[in-house]
């Protein structure tokens, strides 16, 4: 039960993000430009370091949201679910591999990322702002999994809640629909 009065009809982040809408401009702002503009790191590849960070975070919510992003963005399954059991085995580049391994430092705190595993992702070609933008996308996500937990949002149990989650910010991003949520009072969402 979420702390604070959210519409239940819009679980985790987005409940949030209706919430307070003044807040919620530059968070998704920020959002789409790190997720969706212009990177030589792909979309799917930037929802898996938001999968990693929320997976590490332990926030049920966003690992799945993310988790169903970066499926529909890389077009399967495999890849986000190894990524999440074992970044070094997972079918992702050496050079994500080191990006992810950043990432999962940041979760645990910024200080933990060494000039060693800088290097190690500019040896296997890492730019300065992949690194930047993963070390960004990273601390982010630390805010947005202590953000939805920190209120104790709902979290849908239905996996096919977040199927429709990731093809919705596969087809819109992270920008707030046009036409608002009321059309999702109609499917109704199952909590835990």
């Known amino acids: 039960m979420p702390y604070i009065p959210l519409v239940e009809h819009l679980p985790g982040i987005t409940g949030l993000l ?31 370091i938001a999968t990693v960070v929320s997976k590490g975070n332990e926030c049920k919510f966003c690992t799945a949201a993310h988790t169903a992003a970066a499926d529909v963005l ?53 730019t300065d702002i992949e690194i930047h933008d993963t070390v960004l996308i990273a601390a982010l996500f630390c805010l947005y999994n202590r953000y939805v937990d920190g209120l104790s949002t ?22 707030r629909l046009p036409q608002g949520y009321d059309h999702l009072k109609k499917n109704g969402v199952e909590q835990h």
């Open 74 to 126: 890389l077009g399967e399954h495999e890849t986000s679910e190894k990524v999440k059991q074992d970044i070094s085995t997972a079918p992702v580049s050496e050079k994500m591999k080191a990006l992810l391994l950043i990432a999962s430092q940041v979760q645990k705190g910024g200080k933990n990322v060494t000039a060693a595993l800088i290097d190690a992702a500019k040896k296997e070609g890492a």
């Open 154 to 175: 709902i979290t849908p149990s239905d996996p096919d809640f977040y199927q429709s989650l990731g093809e919705r910010l596969f087809k819109y991003g992270y920008n």
């Open 18 to 48: 209706e919430y307070s809408k003044d807040t919620a401009a530059p968070i998704r702002e920020l959002t789409q430009i790190l997720l969706r503009g212009p990177s030589t790191l792909t979309e799917g590849e930037r929802e898996l």
